[in-house]
């Protein structure tokens, strides 16, 4: 059964967005690879992003609604997350989110505590995800397109290639 192939990234959300910006890109000394006022992207390595924060209202953070949003692994390839998506819903654990972000195919979920995990597949090479990350159609949607698991896992049954799967919905229509 496949794991994933390494610990991709986490994300924060904070009412202290700028401070927390600053704070961050300092310490680690990352670039911001993409930045609006709801969300930032650092990295300091080849990643796409390492760490991202969310602007969220001071009331959440009074709430302790500011913290770890969530974590993310990546799989090796497109065999090995539709392989685990599979074996998860047949354990009764799905997805509460399925997305295709532009630079990675994404499933979310929650454990028992209600702590979210992201479980991708890179849908781009490194290179090919930056350069998504400063385009105008990341820029107009940095959080992405819903997808439906169940019809790209069919798709690919079917012999569809991992090529078109991967392909940023935006692209096909």
Known sequence: ?????????????????????????????????????????????????RVAMISVPVEDQELGRSGVDHVAYTYAGIDDQFETYQRLKLQGIEPYWMIHHGG??????????????ELQ????????????????????NPIGIPVDFDDLVARYEDGESEESILAYPLATA
């Not at 290179?127 to 990341?138: A, K």
């Open 1 to 49: 059964m496949p794991s994933p192939i390494k610990f991709a990234h986490v994300v924060l959300r904070t009412a202290r967005f700028d401070e927390m910006l600053e704070w961050w890109s300092g310490v680690l000394e990352a670039d911001v690879r993409f930045a609006n006022d709801f969300i930032a992207f650092l990295s300091f390595d080849d990643e796409h992003h």
């Open 104 to 117: 990675t195919l994404s499933a979310y979920y929650r454990d028992p505590d209600g702590n979210q995990v």
């Open 121 to 140: 597949v890179d849908a781009l090479t490194m290179e090919d995800t930056d350069t998504f990350m400063r385009s105008p159609v990341f820029a107009a």
